[in-house]
């Protein structure tokens, strides 16, 4: 009988993570869904991360925007845009201040004097070249957290102080993200998905930080519309009600943790001692894991395709040998 349940995919696996990019795989995937998640994904990793970025910024001698500074190779407009693409790590909510005073040469973002709560993560970044001997550029700038784009009038909606320059801030610390999938056998079905993402911030949070957290915003949106703590309650339970078989010992079952039990549970069963042909038909059926595979009857068992009772067998004894058994 064909099984009606969606088979879960793999553990998210690292192909490879600096701390500007990274290259994640999630491997059998049911078909279809890999395009379902990475695009999800993505668009929740480009628009909802949460980053930090210059809000305010205050440079000496300066009234406004359109004015030029003697001794600098820059005008104003030029210096801000080059401010724009400095990115830096804040922690805690509240807005920071960093300053940067420059007698002569190249101004990089290295040369900003920042607070414990601030780290500049793009540390070569150019600002501006002091070209007049005595002449200093001195910047104060204002470092605020936010989310996706906003423009200079909603960053402030109060009035500033005379040279005070308000700026458009982009705050995600998303660079770029993307992703590929391709098909891969599982069993005898070779439709299934495989996953691979690539994601590239400016620094401020890790790639695998970005997915994480764009993964917690998915079901936190998918908690608003339905109660899933009815399904966290079963899934809590689900150690304290598998069924031992009769050569475990009170005290042998008693000696395994909940934890230790949670994680046998989620063994897959490609993993376990089985034959080839048992483990075919059991994919088929979408039972991936031990946890899976206890919910079966042996009647059950036996009414999939290509599963005899040489599998039957074969499936009580690995069972066994975790101390669980076959639905009665």
């Known amino acids: 009988m064909m099984s009606l349940s969606i088979v879960l995919p793999s553990k998210l696996k690292i192909v490879s993570e600096d701390t500007h990019k990274g290259i994640f795989e999630i491997e059998g995937l049911y078909p279809g869904y890999g395009h379902t998640l990475g695009n ?142 391709e098909d891969m056998r599982v069993g005898d079905r070779t439709n299934y998905n495989r996953l691979r993402m690539t994601i590239e911030t400016d620094g401020s949070i890790s790639p695998r930080g970005a997915l994480e957290d764009s993964i917690k915003i998915m079901l936190e949106q998918f908690h608003a519309i339905l109660d899933l703590k009815e399904v966290a309650k079963v899934v809590a339970t689900e150690p304290e009600t598998v069924r031992t078989t009769s050569t475990a010992s009170a005290d042998d079952s008693s000696s395994v943790s909940k934890e230790d039990m949670t994680e046998i549970l989620k063994t897959r069963i490609d993993s376990l001692q089985l034959s080839t042909r048992t483990l075919n038909a059991l994919s088929d059926a979408g039972i991936r894991t031990v946890g899976g595979l206890i919910q079966k009857t042996e009647e ?29």
């Open 40 to 181: 999800s994904l993505r668009r929740i990793i480009l628009s909802s991360i949460p980053g930090a970025a210059i809000t305010q910024i205050k440079i000496k001698g300066v009234d406004h925007e359109f004015s030029t500074l003697a001794g600098v190779r820059e005008d104003i407009i030029t210096i801000i845009l080059n401010l724009k693409k400095v990115r830096f790590q804040l922690t805690g909510d509240e807005p920071a201040t960093a300053t940067l005073s420059v007698k002569g040469g190249i101004a990089k973002a290295s040369d900003f004097q920042t607070s414990g709560q601030l780290v500049v993560t793009s540390p070569d970044q150019y600002v501006a070249e002091v070209t007049a001997k005595g002449t200093e550029l001195h910047i104060e700038v204002v470092v605020s957290k936010g989310m996706g784009f906003v423009s200079r009038e909603m960053v402030s909606k109060d009035k500033v102080d005379i040279g005070t320059i308000t700026t458009d801030a982009r705050f995600s610390p998303i660079v770029g993200a993307s992703y590929d999938v």
């Open 300 to 328: 059950g068992l036996l009414e999939l395709d290509g599963f005899g009772e040489k599998g039957l067998n074969e499936v009580k004894e690995v069972l066994t040998g975790y101390g669980l058994s076959l639905k009665k």
